[in-house]
């Protein structure tokens, strides 16, 4: 079952915002990815982290890797309309093999 | 090719009948995954390929469905005797490598096939 808790579920937000999404678990995880999905298509890679406190970004995204190694987070800055879509965090155990774990998702809607 | 296909893209069937799901990986890409969205959830992982090691089944929620990988390219999940409670999206993934806490896995996914049983 879900073992990674992602918040919010939904965000609604004016376009220029900036956003801010999380997950959290009560386990260790050597690897966080953040995906995209849209509508119809399957989820699309955004970031990859791989080391406890490693912040990464790609364009106008950032994503960081908690020390603890029991969460991350998704920041994105100055939505725009095409950011619309449902935002997963996944997470790789040491002991889970190669099987992703995967948050809810939070469903993100920017308005113009 | 250029990504990870999936076919059929849809697939609607009677509650009872078989389906096979076709997935084509990655050219190069080692290992093979294959999960399942129910609507307005996260993904669920089914199974896992690696190379020509035994495959991880743990995720297979009965013994209706199965899946096998041909030639170590593509694969083709199977769900016998389909009830409504399948109905889903299936998502195949890949990757250049498997697990380790060396080695990057970053998955790579298909457009999935929506699968509805009547």
């Known amino acids: 079952g879900q073992q990674l808790n992602q918040s919010p579920q939904s965000m609604f937000i004016q376009e220029g915002e900036d956003v801010s999404m999380n997950c959290t678990s009560s386990?260790?995880?050597?690897?966080w990815l953040w995906y995209k999905q849209d509508p119809g298509e399957g989820p699309v890679l955004l970031i990859a982290l791989y080391k406890a406190g490693e912040l990464t970004s790609n364009g106008r995204l950032t994503a960081q890797f908690g020390i603890t190694r029991k969460d991350s987070f998704l920041n994105i800055s100055a939505s725009i309309p095409s950011d619309v879509g449902i935002y997963f965090c996944a997470g790789l155990r040491e002991t889970s093999g190669s099987r992703l774990t995967f948050g809810e998702g939070t469903q993100l809607t920017v308005n113009p | 090719g250029a990504g990870v296909s999936q076919s059929p893209s849809n697939k609607v069937t009677e509650k009872g009948k078989d389906v096979e799901l076709r997935c084509d990986p990655i050219s190069g890409h080692t290992a093979l995954y294959w999960y399942r969205q129910s609507l307005g959830q996260g993904l669920e992982f089914l199974i896992y390929f690696q190379g020509n090691s035994a495959p991880d089944k743990s995720g297979l929620p009965s013994d209706r469905f199965s899946a096998e990988r041909t030639g170590g390219s593509v694969s083709t999940l199977t769900i016998q005797r389909t009830q409504q409670e399948d109905s889903a999206v299936y998502l195949c993934?890949?990757?250049?490598?498997?697990?380790?806490?060396?080695?990057?896995?970053?998955?790579?996914f298909g457009p999935g096939t929506r699968l509805t049983v009547l």
């Open positions: 993934a890949s990757s250049l490598v498997g697990s380790g806490r060396a080695m990057r896995n970053e998955q790579f």
């Open positions: 386990s260790i995880f050597n690897t």
